[in-house]
């Protein structure tokens, strides 16, 4: 009776720690896809840029004597 | 000592035909082998393998979103350049009217040339702190911890040289040296105009105001 006891507790302990290690394994892989990692100098590159040019301050300034 | 030894084993291979014997405790040791292995193997062959994978898989796609990054770029580039090309002439108005250096004296030449033209008699001009060279001017003066501080009335990246002048002449030829000075190619910022009577009757204005050109970009 007390050997059955002793099994009982060893499997639900060793569940419990396969169910803590799947988590952990879990976070560790999503940390790593989620990682962020642009290479250095690429960021000034990643600067957005408005190509649209103002006709109607050329047209103004063009107009003033 | 060898006696203990031989002792010792056939005590665990008593246990193991007991164990053999009794399929509820073999199941039962299975069981716990099963998990022991089973957080082993987790532990040791699949997590390095799985953050190895994730690492890769995320890696991809970050490459792949700043490539597209990249490309939407290049784009924004190539249309910038055409749109360049297309309005290159038209570009230098705006050099003219914010040039990349001070360009002092021409703007100096400008006002006298507006004012002779508008029948004004120039009697005095000041202009500064101007920049020759070297880098921005900086002021010796300690700082007045209660003063507000100045604001350019100049748009960000552009600097201003402020000026005074003063001259003298008839109320039309000051408004018309006002309005084609707030009308020059290169621009010019009035804050303000004080006319007054003189001695000889003539109105004299003493106009306050600044021009500007573009700060270069560090």
């Keep these: ?65 | 000592m060898a006696l203990d030894y031989k002792s010792s084993l056939a005590r665990y291979r008593r246990y193991v035909q007991l164990v053999a014997e009794k399929p509820l405790l073999q199941a039962s040791l299975f069981v716990i082998f099963s998990l022991v292995l089973m957080i082993v193997l987790l532990v040791l062959a699949l997590r390095p393998t799985l953050v190895t994978i994730a690492g890769l898989v995320g890696e991809i796609r970050q490459q792949k979103s700043l490539s597209d990054q990249l490309n939407e770029k290049i784009l924004k580039v190539q249309e910038a350049s055409a749109i360049l090309s297309q309005n290159r002439q038209r570009l230098e108005v705006l050099d003219e009217a914010v040039p990349d250096r001070p360009m002092w004296l021409n703007m100096a030449e400008a006002v006298q040339s507006t004012a002779s033209v508008s029948g004004l008699v120039v009697v005095d001009m000041e202009m500064g702190p101007i920049q020759i060279s070297g880098s921005e001017p900086v002021t010796t003066k300690p700082k007045d911890q209660n003063a507000v501080a100045e604001e350019s009335p100049m748009p960000v990246g552009v600097a201003g040289i402020s000026f005074e002048m003063t001259a003298t002449g008839d109320y039309g030829q000051i408004r018309q040296f006002l309005a084609t000075l707030e009308n020059l190619k290169r621009i010019v910022l009035l804050s303000e105009a004080r006319i007054y009577k003189g001695d000889a009757g003539l109105l004299t204005v003493t106009v306050k105001g600044d021009v500007g050109y573009a700060q270069k970009r560090n």
């Design chain 1, 1 to 65: 009776m007390r050997k059955r006891g002793i099994d009982k507790d060893l499997v639900l302990i060793l569940t419990t720690t396969l169910i803590t290690v799947a988590a952990w394994v879990g976070f560790e892989v999503y940390r790593a896809y989620t990682k962020v990692g642009i290479p250095e100098g690429l960021e000034k590159y990643l600067e957005p840029l408005d190509p649209s040019i103002s006709v109607t301050t050329l047209d103004k300034l063009e107009s003033r004597l």
